[in-house]
Structures are given as C-alpha cells and as structure tokens.
C-alpha cells in the first residue's frame, strides 16, 4: 500500500459517499467521527439505523434523528424527506431562473451551492447498512434514486454503510447505481476483494483479503486510490472547517 498521507474529507464536496466495513469492529467509532464533524458544522444529522444495529451508542438529540429500519418508519420518513426536497428544490428551481441558468447542468447546481447553504441548513443522512435499507424500499426504488439525484443541489448528503459482500445484493438496483456515481468510496479495514464498491481496482489493494485495523482504509477518488488512516477517538485539537480545501 501507498505510504501513509493527510487528507481532508469535507462533507459538502460529495452527495452520496459509499462506506465499506472489511472491519465490523470500527463502524459505530468511523460513523461517529462522521456525526461529530456534521454536528460541528451544523448539519442536521439522520441516522437510518442497520436491521442489527452497532449505533446503539449514538443518542438521539436536537441535531441526531434516529429511524429504525422498520418498513412502516422508512416509508413515512422517505415522505417526510420527499416534501422536504420539494421544498428546496423550489428554492433552487427559483434561483436558476432569476440567474438564467439551466437546472439540470452541472454548472448551475455549483453556481447555486452557496444561495442553497443561505436558504436552508444541511442534512447528512447516515444510512447504516445501505443494503437493509434498499430491502425494505425496493418498492419505492425509483423515488429513492430520484432523491439521490437532487441531493446535493438540495443541500442535502448522503453515507450508506456495506458490509463483505452488500453489494452483490444491490446488482442492477438503479439506487444503488446511483449512489456510487460520485466516484468516491471509502473501503476500511481490509477483506477489499469482497466490497464489490470500486471498479477496477488495482491488484495493490484487491490482494488485501485479510482484516485490517479498522481505521485503515483505501480511498478511491476520481479513479485513483490511496492508502488512508482514520483517527479514532477524541480529537485534542480545534476542528478546522475543510471544506474549502482540496480533497487530496
């Protein structure tokens, strides 16, 4: 693997960010350290909870709603989050007219970041298991993708957890494809030949079939891959906002 390196990994910079966990053992520890830099730059958190949990730690709070991966409580939050999109999307909608642009360009969702960051507060939603959630929302598969595609003009982010072997589950789900269009996925702990997340992945990190430690991780950004390590724990430090920086 490559030798160790800094990196920043802003939330705002991507809409749906994939995380695998090779490591069972670091998901609650990975997802908090996720949690608590949304909190610090007061996103409103969802956290979608596994069929098994392992977030049992994390309390509900003023920023930190908590779903359980019941059938009848995704249905009515995926609702709720759908008039919420509504709303901001009309907001955008309203921008890209007063300035010209055309929605459904690249451009104007980059043009209209800093109007949306004014007008509403983001969300971060945490899906814990990315596949109990598609099985419980297979019928709603289109409406799900369709909010994956707004998202990030909308304010609005999204992390999906995997597990070994999720993602052959997922094959040919159209949410699933979406989800992974941002070319950015995080892979922890080793076991990488099982993730199934990052096509063509170079021999250097597919050979990694054994568990790692769980702060480990590989970064595949934009086609390329780096070796990462996570700290865990509580930072001594002041957070510094990243998002502002490049991410590698």
Known sequence: MQSMKSVALPLRQFSTLPVYFGNALGVEEILSNFLDAASVQGMTIHLLEAKTSRMKGIEKGESIRKIACKEEELITYLSELTNEMQERRAIYLEFCVQNNLV?????????????????TRPILIVIERFADFMSLMESQTSSVTQIFQIAKRCNVYFIGGFYPRDAEKLWGNIAYKRFLQDE???????????????QGMSPEFLNIKKELLYNRFAFQYRGNMYSMQMPCGTLQSAYLHEDDKPVV
């Open 103 to 119: 929605p459904g360009l690249i451009r104007s969702g980059l043009a209209a970041h800093s109007y949306m960051e004014e007008q």
């Open 184 to 198: 950015m996925t995080l892979l922890f702990g080793g076991c990488f030949d099982q993730a199934g997340l990052v």
